[in-house]
């Protein structure tokens, strides 16, 4: 054989073993993620959003819990421990993105644990970065200000909803004339590059008489004697109802706020659960410290913590908001589960949940797919080092 078609043997045999590697090579996305198990499978055929608290991972994982895409950021070397909050999945006209949140360690976190000043991270569907979101200049923040990394809206690629922790000092509090430094809730609507919408929890001083303290001792410390600033209403999720009204979940008042997006003042609309609760809830069933709330039609589900009983649950009410009664409710439980803070959950079909644990306090189970009607779990992952919590565990079809 000529030495030219040797060499033309040669490149082909090298072109088909590269292109055998490509194929068969696959990333190793566990290698650097928290160390976890993973118990049961499923036949689902979304996946698992996972984020982390104190160390910047995110995971997605496909129905029997194999990580098939994951993101790691090693730390800055600042001694913050920092984490990337909130990874989702967007669809918006046919096409797909995803987006988290990531801490910045320069941000000031006000002294409290449970705030991640940052920026969200918009990726396309090969998880390419587009853009990073940051607030809008408007009369509370200027441009550039950190966002909160509890929740995020994408409505299309230039409008969004997001949040934010503003510290300062108020004088609208009953019985403090002199003020008292407080941190409160911002949300602000973004349609290409314009604040069209903001609300903030400063402008309804109602709010301050619903501060709950099983969740956080110090929340009402108006007087400011054991805290700086006290954390008094604490946002924490918000989703869209049919009627374009923003539904927020305040761990700190244990309520549930429906905000009117056509209004600049008077936007709320109805509360439910907490104390000034309008659809006539017992006390078994309002929600203590709830983390995350999800809306369809008239029924909204809860992460309900419940710090005051250390008996984590989820709720469901099915509620008319034009009489503002309650029409059904029901809960959920496994046995034994009590999340502290952070935490999810979504209806995949019937009574079966995926459920993110959070801040889980009796074991290191960090996320579970269970079928209450058979009082099963399918699936569950559990962490070796349960002081790195995760976030929340959304599932995405």
């Known amino acids: 054989m000529s030495v030219p078609k040797i060499l033309g043997v040669i490149c082909v045999a090298m072109l088909i073993a590269a292109t055998f590697l490509m194929v068969t090579t696959k990333p190793d996305y566990t290698k650097d993620l928290p160390e976890f198990t993973i118990n049961g499978e499923t036949d689902l055929e979304g996946n698992f959003?996972?984020?982390f608290v104190y160390t910047k991972n995110i995971a997605m994982l496909d129905g029997k819990g194999n990580v098939v895409?994951?993101?790691?950021i090693d730390p800055d070397g600042s001694g913050v421990q920092a984490g990337m909050w909130d990874f989702k999945k967007h669809v918006i006209d046919g096409r797909t993105?995803?987006?988290?949140?990531?801490?910045?360690?320069?941000?000031?976190?006000?002294?409290?644990?449970?705030?991640?000043p940052g920026e969200r991270v918009v990726m396309d569907d090969q998880f390419r970065e587009i853009k990073r979101i940051t607030f809008e200049q408007s009369s509370t923040v200027d441009k550039g200000h950190f966002l909160d990394g509890h929740d995020f809206l994408m409505i299309d690629l230039d409008h969004y909803i997001m949040s934010g922790y503003i510290k300062d000092r108020v004088y609208n509090i009953p019985g403090y004339p002199d003020g008292s430094n407080v941190i409160y809730s911002y949300l602000q609507e973004v349609d290409h590059g314009?604040?069209?919408?903001?609300?903030?929890?400063?402008?309804?001083?109602?709010?301050y008489e619903l501060t709950m303290t099983d969740a956080t001792?110090?929340?009402?410390?108006?007087?400011?004697?054991?805290?700086?600033?006290?954390?008094y209403v604490h946002f924490n999720a918000m989703r869209l109802n049919d009627d374009g009204d923003l539904v927020c979940s305040f761990r700190h008042l244990d309520t549930i706020l429906c905000l009117d997006r056509t209004k600049s003042t008077d936007q709320i609309k109805w509360r439910l659960s907490g104390l000034h609760d309008e659809f006539g809830l017992t006390e078994e069933q309002k929600t203590s410290g709830q983390h995350y709330v999800r809306v369809d039609g008239n029924r909204i589900t809860v992460f309900d913590n419940h710090n005051i009983?250390?008996?984590?649950?989820?709720?469901?009410?099915?509620?008319?908001?034009?009489?503002?009664?309650?029409?059904?409710?029901?809960?959920?439980?496994?046995?034994?589960?009590?999340?502290?803070?952070?935490?999810?959950?979504?209806?995949?079909?019937?009574?079966?949940f995926a459920i993110g644990w959070g801040c889980a306090e009796n074991d290191t189970v960090c996320m579970c797919v269970y079928d209450f009607a058979n009082d099963k779990e399918l699936m569950s992952m559990t962490l070796a080092n349960g002081s790195n919590f995760t976030y929340r565990c959304a599932y995405y079809e």
């Open 194 to 207: 314009k604040v069209v919408w903001d609300w903030k929890s400063i402008d309804y001083p109602e709010t």
């Open 97 to 116: 993105y995803y987006s988290y949140h990531e801490q910045n360690t320069s941000g000031d976190k006000y002294g409290l644990p449970g705030y991640a």
């Open 49 to 51: 959003f996972v984020s």
């Open 217 to 231: 001792p110090n929340a009402n410390d108006f007087a400011n004697v054991t805290t700086d600033a006290p954390d």
């Open 309 to 352: 009983t250390g008996e984590t649950r989820i709720c469901e009410y099915t509620i008319d908001t034009v009489n503002k009664e309650l029409l059904d409710f029901k809960e959920y439980r496994v046995d034994g589960k009590f999340s502290s803070a952070c935490g999810s959950q979504n209806r995949i079909s019937g009574d079966v």
């Open 69 to 72: 895409w994951s993101k790691h």
